[in-house]
């Protein structure tokens, strides 16, 4: 997140959600929102393919067709500049690349967006007034944004919107990603990405290259490594024999589970490391237990950039242990010493190769924790970013971007729109929330959404079991009839391994640039069992 | 500035500061059941009350404003004797079943009969509503025999969590906190965060994950701790007893709990029991011909080792991968990539921020 979470319930005067359903999946900022909207009034707009809780509390609710995102912010954006409404001021003295952009939404009207998206052009017109004249408007997304083979055009449209009305650099405005996983913004800060070192210093720059080189005594490579779903295709080819995965679960996580369980069978070794025996931990040559976080010391930083310290309450089970302290231990059997006696330890050489990290220590994180960038230790860290305008490159670079299609679109043999996600009740691929009785007793098994005009059509009854089939594979799983979804578009689950939504889902369709999979996005069939 | 006396000594406070909140800041300790600081006042359990000199009747400090030349009384005799009255009357509909009670050592109600020596009810003649615990849901445990109907789990719901679940239902002595059509809390907007368990004065309402393995008085420790969730980043509290998670509650201090101010979902307050599954790996395994087999941490450590060194020999380091973990800690994350880069000499590590 650009800005932070508390601003979205102080704050901000007008909230856009766009391909989040905040209150199931990040539920501690959807009730900061609710309060916001209900008792300080502020204005909210929604978007998304499902009519979401909060879009019984949105001023206007746009329910686009999946993977039509780019047009909506584009229809936008034309009626924002058509009525003259953006924040002429910011865009000259903060911005470039603006009449390049312009040109590109010109063809936008709120007609032509609303033939792409199925929003009404009044919705979309309302909405843009809505969001461009609020003092403090905070645009706020998650995967339902970023999970289309457009992903990444997504987030500039985004972006341009937000630069478009000066929504950046003050409090309660921003573009603020909502991060799915409690330390995935911490994972990337720490350079577990193939491109980058530490507070994204890029692998293939020789000055960054070098300073890790120098304190790590070792020659770095020097080429981009493999995304995750990059290196799945290169195991299924044979490019890659080892894979080393820790608490990950790619049987249940991954795009076209068969797709994934060829690569992994292909491998010549497979390391596990988890707190439970995965799905895909039982492909693995060896299997490591690993501490929960109940059980180790150390920090995860949140989505608004927050590193917060994780306290060690009980002793791992058995012979579990950190995980830390074993990758550190089979370093050192490999011949590169790696000993460290505490997290403390690991965290304070971070901080001295991390520039956004390098004023925190873990005396200073006690309490509130930090924000970053905290560059040194009298800042008090940074709860919003690009403040007076300023960009990290400078200036704030527009991006022309033209509405593409998804990968794959509904045709006669798959007619129509699979759209996956979570509930509120488990996370991720349930490897902790199935194992917490009373979340699985309350939510046990998956479940397809339809509409009541599909289910009439299929004649299917709320509850029967049916068939949801793709290109990849079918699940059998219970119907759920609701009147939240278009007639056209089903939402199912990924929680559940015996009826894994990902079994349907499309590994060829990647965004670009991010190799993000189009999880948002497939071609589907639904049938009754016979 | 207000300038007041409590309890002999002369106070100064802002305007608008309640007799409660200037007796806060000064040290001074007031009962209170109904009060709660993120809330708004309710004004109705009257266990604040305190003596005004001047004014006929007791006060209520959490609602009325400290003013000008007030002078105030917290213990006075007649404070007290109200006060015994109160929990008297507050016993009369309250299930007294301590020793078998989830709340026991937490419960502001005993605390307070204890402090004024209060035994039993002289009004509990007439009986009490009977309320049977029917709520079958597997969260939270709604025993309204117990109920003091302070109203702190209605006002956490709509202000704290504004998912409007429960109400008061009926007048009088037959007043009861309910869901419409007093139903259950799955059929209700209920979101089972339990923001109400975390509010609750006494044990009317609480966790059924905990039940029977955790009260408050049972407990070694609570550590303070970030959810291992989503990335909102929420602050909670496992409690701890004999080397085992035996529930999770809410630090509410701001400055310990940025986030969230003790504010959890479901999955942080309901969902951290997998830590304690049987199913938890708890050794190394090996595969020998298709099968897991026990081994220990130096032979399974060495044996990996010389796998990853031959593969690296055999085909290169880029026929290397590491995912990584967005459960794991940044240290954990550091040393991750520190080693794909530094060991197996590849960039080939990446983790599911694209999942």
């Known amino acids: 997140m650009t800005n932070s979470i508390a601003e979205l319930e102080k704050d901000a005067d007008c909230i856009f959600l766009i391909g989040t359903n905040t209150t199931e999946n990040h539920p501690v900022i959807g009730m900061k929102i609710k309060k916001n909207v209900l008792y300080n009034k502020a204005k909210l707009i929604v978007a998304d393919p499902r009519n979401i809780d909060l879009a019984d509390y949105a001023d206007v609710y746009m329910q686009h067709k999946p993977g039509t995102d780019v047009a909506l912010l584009n229809g936008m954006m034309n009626v924002i500049i058509n009525e003259n409404l953006m924040d002429r001021e910011f865009i000259e003295n903060n911005t470039e690349g603006y009449e390049e952009m312009k040109q590109v939404v010109e063809k936008y009207t709120p007609e032509y967006a609303s033939q792409i998206t199925g929003v009404p052009a009044e919705d979309i017109i309302k909405a843009a007034r809505l969001y461009a004249k609020a003092d403090a408007a905070s645009l706020c997304y998650a995967m339902g944004l970023t999970q289309h083979s457009t992903g990444t055009d997504n987030v500039k449209s985004c972006c341009n919107l937000a630069m478009l009305t000066g929504n950046i650099g003050r409090p309660g405005t921003g573009v603020n990603p909502l991060r799915g996983q409690n330390n995935v913004q911490g994972a990337c800060d720490m350079g577990a990405l193939p491109v980058v070192f530490t507070a994204y210093q890029k692998v293939i720059d020789e000055a960054p290259r070098s300073k890790f080189e120098a304190a790590w005594g070792v020659k770095l490579p020097d080429k981009n490594g493999l995304t995750l779903t990059a290196a799945i295709n290169k195991a299924h080819e044979g490019e890659i024999k080892a894979l080393y995965v820790m608490g990950e679960n790619p049987m249940v996580s991954d795009p076209d589970l068969a797709h994934v369980e060829e690569a992994l069978q292909n491998l010549e070794f497979l390391v596990v490391q988890d707190i439970f025996l995965t799905e895909t931990a039982k492909f693995a040559d060896v299997v490591l237990p690993a501490a929960s976080f109940a059980e180790k010391e150390g920090t995860f930083t949140n989505t608004e950039r927050r590193v917060q310290r994780v306290r060690k309450a009980v002793d791992p089970p058995g012979q579990a242990r950190e995980d830390w302290k074993i990758i550190g231990d089979l370093a050192s059997r490999m011949g590169y010493p790696m000993k460290y006696s505490s997290s403390e330890e690991i965290f304070e050489e971070i901080r001295q190769l991390t520039p956004s990290y390098a004023g925190m220590n873990y005396k200073r994180l006690e309490g509130r924790g930090l924000v970053w960038p905290c560059p040194a230790e009298d800042h008090p860290g940074t709860p919003y970013l690009h403040k007076d305008g300023k960009f990290t490159r400078g200036k704030g670079l527009f991006s022309p971007v033209e509405f593409i299609a998804p990968a794959e679109n509904p045709d006669e043999e798959y007619p129509l729109i699979l759209t996956t996600g979570r509930s509120l009740y488990h996370y991720h691929t349930g490897t902790m929330t199935r194992r917490s009785a009373a979340l699985d007793k309350h939510v046990p098994e998956n479940w397809v959404e339809i509409s009541p005009v599909l289910a009439e059509k299929l004649k299917i009854a709320d509850g029967e079991r049916v068939k949801l089939a793709t290109r990849r594979g079918s699940i059998e799983l219970k119907a759920l009839v609701t009147d939240g979804i278009a007639e056209n578009v089903v939402f199912t689950l990924f929680h559940f391994a015996e009826a894994a939504a990902n079994t349907l889902t499309n590994a060829d369709a990647l965004d670009p640039v991010a190799g993000i999979p189009e999880y948002k996005v497939c071609a589907a069939r639904l049938e009754k069992i016979i | ?355």
């Open chain 2, 1 to 355: 500035m207000v300038t007041l006396t409590i309890n002999g000594r002369e106070i100064q406070v802002p305007p608008g500061t309640t007799i409660l909140e200037a007796c806060k800041m000064n040290g001074i300790e007031i009962p209170t059941l109904c009060h709660d600081e993120d809330l708004r006042l309710a004004g109705s359990c009257r266990m604040c009350i305190v003596e005004a000199k001047g004014r006929p009747l007791l006060v209520a400090s959490c609602v009325t404003p400290a003013e000008q030349g007030m002078e105030i009384e917290t213990e006075s005799p007649a404070v007290v004797e109200a006060r015994k009255v109160i929990l008297e009357l507050l016993l009369a509909r309250h299930k007294l079943e301590c020793h078998t009670c989830e709340k026991n050592g937490d419960c502001r109600l005993q605390d307070y009969c204890y402090k004024y020596g209060v035994k039993d009810s002289r009004f509990a003649e007439g009986g009490s509503p009977k309320y049977p615990i029917t709520d079958p849901n597997p969260f939270i445990e709604r025993d309204y025999e117990k109920c003091i109907m302070c109203t702190r789990c209605v006002r956490a719901c709509e202000e704290i969590t504004v998912a409007r679940a429960i109400n008061v239902q009926g007048r009088g002595h037959n007043a009861k906190i309910a869901t419409v059509f007093d139903g259950n809390l799955a059929d209700s907007p209920c979101v089972f965060c339990g923001q109400c368990v975390m509010v609750c004065p006494v044990g009317a309402l609480s966790s059924k994950v905990s039940a029977g393995i955790g009260r408050p008085s049972d407990i070694d420790k609570r550590v303070l701790t970030t959810c291992t969730y989503c990335g909102t980043g929420c602050t909670l509290e496992l409690n701890v007893k004999n080397n085992r998670v035996v529930g999770v509650s809410s630090n509410r201090d701001e400055e310990w709990s940025p986030v969230n101010k003790g504010a959890l979902c479901v999955k942080g307050r309901f969902g951290w029991d997998f830590v304690n599954s049987p199913e938890r790996l708890t050794a190394p395994l090996i595969k020998d011909n298709g099968e897991f087999r026990e081994a220990s941490w130096d032979e399974a450590l060495d044996y990996i080792a010389e796998k990853l060194a031959n593969i690296k020999t055999a085909y290169g380091p880029d026929a290397f991968a590491f995912f990584s973990s967005a459960r794991a800690t940044n240290e954990e994350n550091y040393l991750a990539q520190k080693f794909t880069r530094a060991v197996m000499g590849t960039n080939n590590i990446d983790h599911c921020a694209r999942l």
